[in-house]
Nanobody
Framework: QVQLVESGGGLVQAGGSLSLSCAAS?????MGWFRQAPGKERDFVVA????????TYADSVKGRFTISRNKANNAVYLQMNALRPEDTAVYYC????????????????WGKGTQVTVSS
């Protein structure tokens, strides 16, 4: 059982930046982030293959969000720039044994989530 612990998030004005971190209890093939806005379903944001560092981004965040990982401490980081009010959501760190499955929403492990609020 992989445990995922998120940190970061908070309140920022539109156009600002925030960063999120996620520490895993041990390394797993793919990690990433989903988000859920109020009244909406959880949506894929970004994924990274832990070994190859191949990344996949949702179109809505391309060019604004950047994911990276640190193998030494089993952690991934999400740098979010040029934030928009529509980015407001609870962000969940996720992990799966295959990145392709993660992108399709087939998630093996979920974190508890952290709130990101972008004011206009």
């Amino acid at each position: 059982q992989v445990q995922l612990v998120e940190s970061g998030g908070g309140l920022v004005q539109a156009g600002g930046s925030l960063s999120l971190s996620c520490a895993a209890s041990y390394s797993i093939y793919a990690m990433g982030w989903f988000r859920q806005a109020p009244g909406k379903e959880r949506d894929f944001v970004v994924a990274i293959d832990y070994e190859s560092e191949k990344t996949t981004y949702a179109d809505s965040v391309k060019g604004r969000f950047t994911i990276s990982r640190n193998k030494a401490n089993n952690a991934v980081y999400l740098q979010m720039n040029a934030l928009r009010p529509e980015d407001t959501a609870v962000y969940y760190c996720v992990a799966s044994h295959q990145i392709a499955r993660m992108v399709k929403g087939d998630i093996d492990y979920w974190g508890k989530g952290t709130q990101v609020t972008v004011s206009s």
